[in-house]
């Protein structure tokens, strides 16, 4: 059994809360169990600056559900934000866990015709239903370059309200949109979606400039859509982002350093993401893909796979 208590993060917390005022803690930090940080060239993050206005990470608890072992992607639930869903890395089962915001084990829901090839993020927002809210797990992984296509899959959200169970189901309703890039094939592990308008959005992974692609709703679910490119980022290793319910936020992660930006106007997100960020507080996991805004913006979430054996935390990062 995992035990939350005996996790060295704890002591770092502790210590770390007690020196906020001083420093950003986690910048030169090895993380939980001594473990070394898997290698990340993003050398951009000593030249941005700092945002304060975020209290450094606390972990919540340790992830209860043996089965996720590599969470790749995570986003808060609209129908309870008390809830937290998560997707395994490549090679998994179709299907998606559901977690409460200390670790807790709320069950899964597998998808009905649908393939983990290499499930890196997950988004959560509108979709062709009005009052209705869509995952959106995103198929779009591809280490070696070997895949032309790639796939978003659209599931309604289930009804999670009631917690007074362990839920067991299946997905049965799966919308399958298939994209491509428009300039090669790319390795892509972060998805989200801009609530104000439902276009998608998507950061390449291993280029020393990480494109931005944007696909413009509606999307088809009978072709295969080509996204559109934004622009680059001077980022590489990117590995998870989200918008803020508002859309008026966003996050974007690397295994070193978390980015953020918010709009001061009326631009669109892909305007956005191609200006200045600032950074923010974060806690180097021992492989750290995951990340999501809580529900009401009052912080984030981060989680991480469990390389070596090493048992996950969700980490709670407040605003203050």
Same mark, same amino acid.
């Given at each position: 059994?995992?035990?939350?208590?005996?996790?060295?993060?704890?002591?770092?917390?502790?210590?770390?809360?007690?020196?906020?005022?001083?420093?950003?803690?986690?910048?030169?930090?090895?993380?939980?169990?001594?473990?070394?940080?898997?290698?990340?060239? &993003?050398?951009?993050?000593? +030249?941005?600056?700092?945002?304060?206005?975020? +209290?450094?990470?606390?972990?919540?608890? +340790?992830?209860?559900?043996?089965?996720l072992q590599e969470a790749s992607g995570i986003a808060v639930s609209r129908s309870n934000p008390q809830l937290i869903w998560a997707h395994n890395d490549s090679g998994d089962l179709p299907r998606i866990f559901l977690l409460g915001s200390g670790g807790d084990d709320f069950g899964e829901f597998r998808l009905v015709n649908a393939k983990n090839r290499d499930w890196e993020d997950i988004a959560i927002g509108p979709g062709p239903e009005e009052g209705k809210n869509y995952l959106y797990i995103g198929d779009i992984g591809d280490n070696i370059s070997q895949y032309e296509e790639k796939i978003i899959y659209r599931v309604?959200?289930? &009804?999670?309200?009631?917690?007074?169970?362990?839920?067991?189901?299946?997905i049965k309703s799966v919308e399958a949109i298939k994209l491509k890039f428009p300039d090669g094939i790319r390795d892509a592990e972060t998805l989200m979606i801009d609530p104000a308008n439902k276009d998608l959005y998507i950061i390449s992974k291993r280029e020393s400039k990480v494109g931005v692609y944007r696909l413009k709703y509606p999307y088809a679910t009978d072709l295969v859509n080509v996204l559109e490119k934004v622009g680059e980022m001077a980022l590489t290793g990117v590995v998870g982002g989200d918008?803020?319910?508002?859309?008026?936020?966003v996050l974007i992660k690397t295994y070193q350093t978390i980015y953020y930006w918010k709009k001061t106007g009326d631009e669109d997100i892909g305007t956005l993401l191609l200006s200045q960020?600032?950074? +923010?507080?974060?806690?180097?996991?021992?492989?750290?893909?995951a990340i999501a805004w809580k529900l009401d913006g009052s912080?984030?979430?981060?989680?991480?796979?469990?390389?070596?054996?090493?048992?996950?935390?969700?980490?709670?990062?407040?605003?203050?």
């Open positions: 059994m995992k035990s939350f208590y005996n996790n060295k993060t704890v002591i770092w917390a502790i210590a770390c809360a007690s020196i906020i005022g001083f420093q950003f803690c986690g910048e030169n930090e090895s993380p939980a169990n001594d473990q070394p940080v898997v290698p990340d060239s &993003d050398s951009t993050a000593t +030249l941005i600056k700092r945002d304060t206005s975020f +209290l450094p990470g606390i972990p919540q608890g +340790l992830v209860v559900n043996e089965a309604e959200e289930p &009804d999670v309200s009631s917690t007074d169970k362990k839920f067991d189901g299946e918008i803020s319910s508002d859309g008026n936020e960020p600032v950074s +923010l507080p974060y806690f180097r996991e021992p492989q750290g893909e912080g984030y979430y981060t989680l991480s796979e469990e390389p070596r054996g090493i048992d996950a935390s969700i980490y709670y990062y407040m605003r203050l």
